[in-house]
């Protein structure tokens, strides 16, 4: 059984930076894995997603300032994240899969197993 654990989140400044991190137990990473958000009131949105053998997976409000990133020697995931907005406060949540899926990296339902989350608060 899969476990996620993340951690890294708090708050920063606009402008700032943190690098959010997700371990895994119960299976040896390279797993296929990604990282979501929940705003305040919505659904939880695809940020970013590594597959195996595949490039990563950006959504286009974050690319080219978020990089995801995988530790196989740590079991960890990872999120930096760069040049924080505002509008990227949110709950941020781990998330892998062991299967194949039919959909899209950025539909939680690509994903069977999800960390507790962690804030991120940039002001």
């Known amino acids: 059984h899969v476990q996620l654990v993340e951690s890294g989140g708090g708050s920063v400044q606009a402008g700032g930076s943190l690098r959010l991190s997700c371990v895994a137990s119960?299976?040896?990473?390279?797993?296929?894995m990604g990282w979501f958000r929940r705003l305040p009131g919505q659904e939880r949105e695809g940020v970013a997603a590594?597959?195996?053998?595949?490039?990563?997976n950006y959504a286009g409000s974050v690319e080219g300032r978020f990089t995801i990133s995988q530790d196989n020697a740590k079991n960890t995931l990872y999120l930096q994240m760069n040049s924080l907005k505002p509008e990227d406060t949110a709950m941020y949540y781990c998330?892998?899969?062991?299967?194949?899926?039919?959909?899209?990296?950025?539909?939680?339902?690509?994903?069977?197993?999800w960390g507790q989350g962690t804030q991120v608060t940039v002001s």
């Open positions: 119960g299976y040896t990473l390279p797993m296929n």
């Open positions: 998330a892998a899969r062991t299967t194949g899926t039919w959909y899209r990296w950025n539909s939680p339902r690509a994903y069977s197993y």
């Open positions: 590594i597959y195996i053998g595949g490039s990563p």
